[in-house]
């Protein structure tokens, strides 16, 4: 059998930069919906979301939003994957700046309290999303866990450097510490979303000073 020309084989320049120009727009395509999703999702959440409703949102057709995702659960999947970017980008990565220790354990908490403070009208995926998904085992509630347990495992990281630099308590518990700083996310939540007590993120803040005033490293043994 004769060896096939090379060159039957490779795309001609402009059928590459047809097919470049293609996936770029179906790329852009797929943003645009996951960016309405993402929308519905805060508003609604993640149940709430279907292919029918972000078609009209998007006046796309069905089966174009479906040609994007494939499946319910894969356009929630992405919307959680997004979701976890921009949470990324506007608490973890600003804070890392910081120096290490307190000032960037306190950096982090800040840009949390101030996305927070925003997400309190809005709502919060990670909240939402888990009182949705709790006992429901699956793809979509793994994305969750693995976005907040990510999240959870660089705060903690930073409570254990603060600790290793003698900034906090030798005996901290750094599980017990996050676990307490997460609750004030929490309660906030609780207390300004659906209570609508005034002063909530006040005593967030404040709460959040007590927890470092009483793991923190006595006044004697710092000056030491």
């Given at each position: 059998?004769?060896?096939?020309?090379?060159?039957?084989?490779?795309?001609?320049?402009?059928?590459?930069?047809?097919?470049?120009?293609?996936?770029?727009?179906?790329?852009?395509?797929?943003?645009?919906?996951?960016?309405?999703?993402?929308?519905?999702?805060?508003?609604?959440?993640?149940?709430?979301?279907?292919?029918?409703?972000?078609?009209?949102?998007?006046?796309?057709?069905?089966?174009?939003?479906?040609?994007?995702?494939?499946?319910?659960?894969?356009?929630?999947?992405?919307?959680?994957?997004?979701?976890?970017?921009?949470?990324?980008?506007?608490?973890?990565?600003?804070?890392?700046?910081?120096?290490?220790?307190?000032?960037?354990?306190?950096a982090m908490f800040a840009n949390w309290m101030k996305r927070t403070s925003v997400e309190i009208d809005s709502g919060?995926?990670?909240?939402?999303?888990?009182?949705e998904f709790d006992d429901r085992p699956g793809p979509v509630r793994d994305a969750l866990c693995s976005s907040v347990?990510?999240?959870?495992?660089?705060?903690?990281?930073?409570?254990?450097?603060?600790?290793?630099?003698?900034?906090?308590?030798?005996?901290?518990?750094?599980?017990?510490?996050?676990?307490?700083?997460?609750?004030?996310?929490?309660?906030?939540?609780?207390?300004?979303?659906?209570?609508?007590?005034?002063?909530?993120?006040?005593?967030?803040?404040?709460?959040?000073?007590?927890?470092?005033?009483?793991?923190?490293?006595?006044?004697?043994?710092?000056?030491?």
């Amino acid at each position: 059998m004769p060896e096939a020309s090379s060159t039957a084989k490779t795309p001609r320049p402009a059928t590459r930069a047809r097919s470049g120009r293609a996936l770029q727009k179906g790329q852009q395509t797929k943003a645009a919906i996951v960016e309405a999703a993402l929308g519905l999702a805060t508003q609604i959440g993640l149940e709430g979301l279907s292919i029918g409703a972000l078609a009209e949102v998007t006046q796309m057709s069905k089966s174009g939003v479906f040609a994007h995702f494939g499946s319910r659960e894969e356009l929630q999947i992405s919307v959680i994957r997004e979701y976890h970017v921009r949470f990324e980008d506007e608490v973890f990565y600003p804070a890392m700046a910081a120096p290490r220790g307190l000032p960037r354990l306190r950096a982090m908490f800040a840009n949390w309290m101030k996305r927070t403070s925003v997400e309190i009208d809005s709502g919060c995926l990670y909240i939402s999303g888990a009182v949705e998904f709790d006992d429901r085992p699956g793809p979509v509630r793994d994305a969750l866990c693995s976005s907040v347990m990510t999240w959870h495992a660089a705060m903690k990281r930073a409570i254990t450097l603060a600790k290793h630099d003698g900034q906090l308590s030798a005996d901290v518990d750094e599980d017990q510490m996050l676990f307490e700083i997460h609750g004030l996310i929490l309660a906030l939540h609780y207390e300004a979303r659906f209570l609508k007590n005034p002063g909530s993120i006040a005593r967030a803040n404040q709460g959040f000073d007590n927890i470092l005033a009483r793991y923190g490293v006595p006044p004697q043994t710092a000056a030491r």
